[in-house]
Every structure is written in C-alpha cells, then in structure tokens.
T-cell receptor, first 113, second 113 residues
Framework: SAVISQKPSRDICQRGTSLTIQCQVDSQVTMMFWYRQQPGQSLTLIATANQGSEATYESGFVIDKFPISRPNLTFSTLTVSNMSPEDSSIYLC??????????FGPGTRLLVL | GENVEQHPSTLSVQEGDSAVIKCTYSDSASNYFPWYKQELGKGPQLIIDIRSNVGEKKDQRIAVTLNKTAKHFSLHITETQPEDSAVYFCAAITTSGTYKYIFGTGTRLKVLA
C-alpha cells in the first residue's frame, strides 16, 4: 500500500481565486493521478501527473484551469484556478507504486462561494 | 467508449444479512478488478481485488467473483455490520498498452442495526 497525505484537507474559497492542493507520498511511486469527485458522484480523472514533464489531461480538463506539477516521484500539486462555485468538489490524489493497484489520498474538500 | 455499470445505486440491508453489488464492464481487454470502500469524509480504500485469471477471491466476510465471458464481477459481503455502511466503487483496469482505470458509479450501502 502507500501512505498519502493531502493539504489542505478542506478549504472555503472566494470565486475568482486559486487554490493549490499538495499530495505527498511516503515513498517513490510510478504514477500519480488527480481526480475530482462531485457530491454523491463517482470519480472523474482530471489528469495524470508526469514526473519532469507536462501532465496528461483528460477530455474536458485543461492546463490553464488545472495546472499540475510533479517535481519528483513522491510529490505533486494541483491548482484549481479562477474558481467558480461549480468547482466545489472533493479533489483526490492517487498513486500506483508497482503493478496496477491505485491508492487514494484522503481528499481535499473545496467549497467555492 | 469503455464504461463500467454498477448496480444497485443504493442498498439497504439488515445487520447480519448479505449484500451483493454487481458491475459490468465493456472493455474485453480489462484484466484487473479492484473494489473500493469510501466512508464519509475519506478517500476510497481498496478492500479486495481480483485478476482476470481467477474466478473468485475471498477475504474473511468479503468475496469477489468474476465472470470474464459475461464481463461482470460482483462484491459479496456476508454477515454485514453497521461499519460496512459506506459507498462502494468497482473498477475495471486495462494494463496492456495504455493504462486505463474506469470506475463504476458507486453503491451506497446502508446496514441497518
């Protein structure tokens, strides 16, 4: 398994501002992902965070809105830019260490007013 | 595109009864099938998984069955307890070529004491 922490655990933000979410893993992993989970919904993949190169975004998500960094094999950040109330959601980081099993962080609960 | 259907969306059972959640996938290349439990305010946690070369796997009160021909797999929880109450997600993963992880829509299980 993997021990994953996310900061902040929750936040309330004003529209038009940006929030950066951090994801830290206890040891090196091969893949890191960012998901969004809207209330009562399933998990939607935002992007794959690639170490040392630009993230790979899923359809409907763009780098200008969700810039991602992954400077090393244990850390990544997701920024939610120019927020609107529609961005209110849970943001989850997940990792794959070896093989194919994904492990999730505890999530960041974001409310945009 | 590929998808995973999950049923039922909500399930209420009496404590001590069994609960069954079913998923159907569309991508015949899928070869790994994990199940996650998500408690309120937490990230999804892996509870059991099965690979395509196995038909059934059991871990104490939890079991998963896989029918590759029919492309469906099921989660079975026996002797349910109130702490089993949570949202459960299935997923179908394809690891050959591009790594693809597709989640089901989730089942909210309520175990009534």
């Amino acid at each position: 398994s993997a021990v994953i922490s996310q900061k902040p655990s929750r936040d309330i933000c004003q529209r038009g501002t940006s929030l950066t979410i951090q994801c830290q893993v206890d040891s090196q992993v091969t893949m890191m992902f960012w998901y969004r989970q809207q209330p009562g919904q399933s998990l939607t993949l935002i992007a794959t965070a690639n170490q040392g190169s630009e993230a790979t975004y899923e359809s409907g998500f763009v780098i200008d809105k969700f810039p991602i960094s992954r400077p090393n094999l244990t850390f990544s950040t997701l920024t939610v830019s120019n927020m609107s109330p529609e961005d209110s959601s849970i943001y989850l980081c997940s990792v794959v260490r070896a093989g194919e099993t994904q492990y999730f962080g505890p999530g960041t609960r974001l409310l945009v007013l | 595109g590929e998808n995973v259907e999950q049923h039922p969306s909500t399930l209420s059972v009496q404590e001590g009864d069994s609960a069954v959640i079913k998923c159907t996938y569309s991508d015949s290349a899928s070869n790994y099938f994990p199940w996650y439990k998500q408690e309120l305010g937490k990230g999804p946690q892996l509870i059991i998984d099965i690979r395509s070369n196995v038909g059934e796997k059991k871990d104490q009160r939890i079991a998963v069955t896989l029918n590759k021909t029919a492309k469906h797999f099921s989660l079975h929880i026996t002797e349910t307890q109130p702490e089993d109450s949570a949202v459960y997600f299935c997923a179908a993963i394809t690891t050959s070529g591009t790594y693809k992880y597709i989640f089901g829509t989730g089942t909210r299980l309520k175990v009534l004491a």
